[in-house]
């Protein structure tokens, strides 16, 4: 009897969080801006403070040798025609860790040494955008990077929910330190 009740309750209580999970309230990099209005889904958003130019995080940003100097390791990059880097410059983009993911991604705006918007044009991010923008505060640039998804179906919600988010936050963070580190050394 004991065993049905409690077996009940934590059924409903794993039904009450994963409900709330996929509204996307289960982590500290998503967020409400007016800035992003145009765009459907989930604002999910990571910033750092580098010591260094915008023009000189720009020039890493877009050049396809010094961006692969800043991947994790498991992410291969490519950028491909229209070059050099401009809006419908296509990068290709496969992560290789424990899963498998790739796309295809193409600039959509790019803003000399301030914004690049870029459009994912398949895989488990299709519709989605990719922006990176520069600003400079003092002696320091603030590299904010975002990315507005829609997993399409329960599953691909789940799995983002459950696995591809937090990969997500961890590669994108360890981007930013590596970009970090790379700019205030040069």
Excluded at 103 to 118: G, H, M
Excluded at 145 to 158: A, C, D, E, S
């Amino acid at each position: 009897m004991y065993q049905g009740f409690f077996g009940k309750k934590l059924c409903l209580l794993i039904r009450i969080l994963l409900f709330l999970s996929l509204f996307g309230c289960s982590t500290k990099y998503i967020i409400k801006s007016p800035n992003y209005a145009t765009y459907k889904g989930e604002i999910n958003q990571h910033t750092r403070l580098i010591r260094a130019e915008r023009n000189q995080i720009f020039q890493i940003l877009t050049k396809e040798e010094a961006f692969k100097e800043i991947c994790p390791k498991g992410t291969i990059v490519t950028y491909e025609s229209p070059l050099p880097y401009q809006v419908g410059t296509i990068i290709k983009t496969r992560i290789a860790h424990i899963f498998e993911f790739d796309w295809d991604s193409r600039v959509e705006e790019v803003i000399l040494d301030r914004k690049i918007r870029i459009q994912f044009l398949d895989g488990f991010f299709t519709g989605g955008t990719e922006i990176w923008e520069l600003d400079s505060v003092g002696e320091y640039t603030r590299v904010t990077h975002t990315i507005i998804v829609q997993p399409k179906g329960f599953f691909k919600k789940l799995a983002w929910i459950l696995k591809v988010r937090p990969k997500h936050d961890k590669t994108i963070e360890a981007l930013l330190d590596n970009l970090k580190k790379v700019s205030e050394t040069l």
